[in-house]
């Protein structure tokens, strides 16, 4: 599916305080996690089974990646003014008497995403479930965020289709972990960022928990600057390519 962002994406690092930078590119547990807040609605499961809506969902999945379209990342941090606004130790807040305790100005990380073509920045996003999943085209027309409240996006297509399964050498545009055994080449421009896995496993705690617990991976993304592929030489044991249409990505054999 493609999904337009209207400005960029807000999804901060976890365990660098309150004035932590965003990622780069949106986590894969962002993207599980707006699908799993949709699913779950159309299920009718409460918020407080958000953790073990993420852990079925990500023990189905057998591939989860994106790839940028049109949009060039622009990462920054900008003041943003908090007042609380809570009752803490008999004292209603703000308060005249605790100002300090009132009010707050932290910086707080945010990625603009900048079009190179005059287009809404867009990223489009495969998504491979096991056959026994539940999931529905319509829960990912519903998505409406990747990240925080204030990231509002739009599906504007999708496509539902089985995929061809790939063995050997793949050529690929869209993200991937790096597993040990994978040999790959590359051209054009790519970032580097540890995420959660989302495959392999499922989530066995809040992505946050294991970020913390650098229970993470590092996954290349390519930018679509002057055009970009990567060619995997060699597949790890258990990991295959899926194709949809022109469309390859890594993922898990299931």
Do not use: C
């Amino acid at each position: 599916f493609d999904v337009e962002f209207a400005w960029g994406f807000q999804a901060r690092i976890a365990g660098m305080s309150k004035t932590s930078p965003s990622y780069i590119f949106p986590p894969p547990t962002s993207i599980l996690g707006t699908l799993a807040e949709s699913y779950a609605r159309r299920k009718g499961l409460s918020e407080s089974k958000g953790i073990e809506t993420m852990r079925k969902l990500s023990s189905e999945l057998l591939t989860l990646a994106y790839k940028p379209i049109n949009a060039i990342p622009i990462v920054f941090q900008d003041l943003n003014r908090i007042i609380a606004i809570r009752t803490a130790a008999g004292v209603k807040y703000p308060s005249v008497k605790d100002v300090y305790g009132s009010f707050d100005a932290p910086a707080r990380g945010k990625t603009i995403l900048s079009t190179i073509d005059e287009k809404p920045p867009t990223l489009r996003v495969m998504i491979v479930f096991k056959d026994s999943s539940d999931v529905i085209v319509d829960d990912i027309w519903k998505i409406k965020r990747i990240g925080s409240k204030e990231s509002m996006v739009s599906v504007v297509n999708v496509i539902e289709a089985s995929p061809e399964v790939l063995r050997g050498s793949i050529e690929t545009q869209y993200s991937f972990p790096l597993i040990d055994g994978m040999e790959y080449e590359h051209e054009g421009e790519f970032i580097k960022q540890y995420f959660v896995p989302v495959l392999g496993q499922p989530l066995i705690d809040a992505p946050s928990k294991l970020y913390l617990s650098s229970q993470v991976i590092e996954y290349i993304i390519g930018i679509p600057y002057r055009g970009y592929r990567f060619v995997i030489k060699r597949l790890p044991q258990g990991f295959v390519g899926y194709k949809i249409g022109e469309e390859v990505a890594v993922g898990i054999e299931g």
